[in-house]
């Protein structure tokens, strides 16, 4: 069986916040989406690429561990919630968009 865009995201998480990986990260979410994970994919893709963005504008070692502190967590979370309640996925990613607009 062929893994999920979001399985391949949640394989990809480790290899860090750089700008290719983040790139390809954003590329998964798009890829071999599962019924019912679309607000999860459109969301963690959406992240990805500002993410992707910004260490592009700023590429600098201490930037980018700084980014994975930030979103690391919350992003194994909502991946962890998209395979469980719907509910509980829901209130990962609101966590989640918290982080990226900084009002959590």
């Not at 069986?1 to 954003?26: I, P, T, W």
């Not at 962890?80 to 609101?94: F, P, V, W």
């Amino acid at each position: 069986m062929q893994e999920s865009g979001l399985e391949k995201v949640a394989k990809l998480l480790d290899g860090g916040f750089y700008h290719r990986n983040l790139e390809e990260m954003a590329k998964a979410c798009r890829e071999k989406v599962i019924s019912g994970n679309e607000i999860t994919s459109f969301v963690l893709h959406t992240i990805f690429r500002e993410l992707a963005f910004l260490v592009e504008d700023n590429p600098y070692e201490s930037s980018i561990k700084n980014l994975e502190s930030k979103y690391q967590e919350a992003i194994s979370r909502v991946l962890d919630a998209s395979d469980n309640q719907e509910s509980k996925a829901k209130d990962r990613i609101t966590e989640l968009i918290r982080i990226y607009w900084d009002i959590a």
